[in-house]
């Protein structure tokens, strides 16, 4: 136990003092500083993001990257954005969080064998990280995998997040891509694929509030 929080604390001071893209540490600090008229009495985070949550997690869940405005912020991932909304509220009713919401970083908002990470440390430019960008990112995303020795299933939000953990530790090109997939691998955890609950999937009807949920309580029910 002493190990792990010593790792785990080494990792993510390396995660947040990471200079590694030059467009993105001039992106999150341009932004943290002219800041958005609703959010300008507010101190931004401005640095990039480690993963948080239960150390001893059987739920990895792997997004994108922070958004601008929500975890570039806050200083915690999903939080303070809308698609933290959807994810918080889906881990709050399939008992995997204490409370259904998280709007700042010290609210409460405590993770019950869950996980929350991202392909990109820092919020990228239209949310479109570059190649290069994602590479630089994925040996933090592996050393977390390598720490969070009791994770049974991934779940993957969005197809960048599917490719960069497919290619980076599933290493298996016949993985297809679609919600609510659940891909059974040997000696492997469950990867579980996901569309990103972002307002271009929520708002268009592409994701619907039934499809995320189910896809939770079947993780859920794997776990029980």
């Known amino acids: ?22 467009r993105l540490v001039e992106y999150i600090s341009n932004i943290s500083t002219k800041k958005v008229r609703r959010f300008r009495d507010m101190d931004y985070w401005g640095k990039p993001l480690p993963g948080f949550g239960d150390q001893k997690a059987r739920l990895l869940i792997v997004g994108l990257a922070p958004a601008a405005h929500g975890g570039n912020r806050t200083g915690r991932m999903f939080t303070g ?20 919401d ?24 239209q949310n479109k990280p570059l190649k290069e960008e994602i590479r630089n990112c994925s040996e933090y995303l592996l050393e977390e995998i390598r720490l969070l020795n009791r994770v049974e299933i ?7 997040a599917f490719d960069t953990i497919v290619r980076a530790f599933y290493k298996n090109n016949k993985l297809i891509f679609e919600h609510g997939g659940f891909n059974e691998i ?14 271009q999937n929520t708002q268009t009807g592409r994701l619907t509030w039934e499809m995320w949920i189910n896809t ?9």
């Open 154 to 160: 991934i779940l993957t939000l969005g197809r960048i």
């Open 102 to 125: 998280s709007f700042e970083k010290d609210d409460g908002l405590k993770l019950s064998s869950v996980y929350i990470s991202a392909v990109v440390r820092c919020a990228p430019p």
């Open 186 to 199: 040997d000696n492997m955890p469950t990867l579980v694929t996901s569309y990103h609950p972002s307002k």
């Open 81 to 100: 954005d809308s698609s933290g909304q959807w994810l918080f509220r889906a881990l709050y009713e399939t008992g995997f969080a204490n409370k259904p």
């Open 216 to 224: 939770f309580k079947k993780i859920q029910e794997l776990l029980e």
């Open 1 to 22: 136990m002493h190990t792990e929080k010593i790792n785990f604390e080494a990792l993510n001071k390396k995660i947040i003092t990471c200079q590694k893209c030059p």
